[in-house]
């Protein structure tokens, strides 16, 4: 059984941090390329980082210099650091594991960014 499950959300302030911990079983982990994606209240989900299995890395512009996704074989586990965080990052975060035709979601973590 594939589980995807993310940790870390909160309620942080403008121009705080967090950091999101994904933690996967039932896959082999080394062989997805693991991602985050996030939806706002009212909006479609949209991506925002990706990591692949030799450590190639993809993000979406608004995140870029703010958020860095990682990941640890050995943990079976994505991060997303995210800092300098504004109101336009508040959302409900989710993993995802993607090898060819196989898409694994995550349950999501919220994240609010206010004051």
């Known amino acids: 059984q594939v589980q995807l499950v993310e940790s870390g959300g909160g309620l942080v302030q403008p121009g705080g941090s967090l950091r999101l911990s994904c933690a996967a079983s039932g896959i082999r982990f080394s062989l997805y390329r693991m991602g985050w994606y996030r939806q706002a209240p009212g909006k479609q989900r949209e991506f925002v980082a990706s990591?692949?299995?030799?450590?190639?890395?993809n993000s979406v512009d608004s995140v870029k210099g703010r958020f860095t996704i990682s990941r640890d074989s050995a943990k079976n586990t994505v991060y997303l650091q995210m800092n300098s965080l504004n109101a336009e990052d508040t959302a409900v975060y989710y993993c995802?594991?993607?090898?060819?035709?196989?898409?694994?979601w995550g349950q999501g973590t919220q994240v609010t960014v206010s004051s």
């Open positions: 995802n594991a993607v090898r060819a035709d196989l898409n694994y």
């Open positions: 990591i692949g299995s030799f450590g190639s890395i």
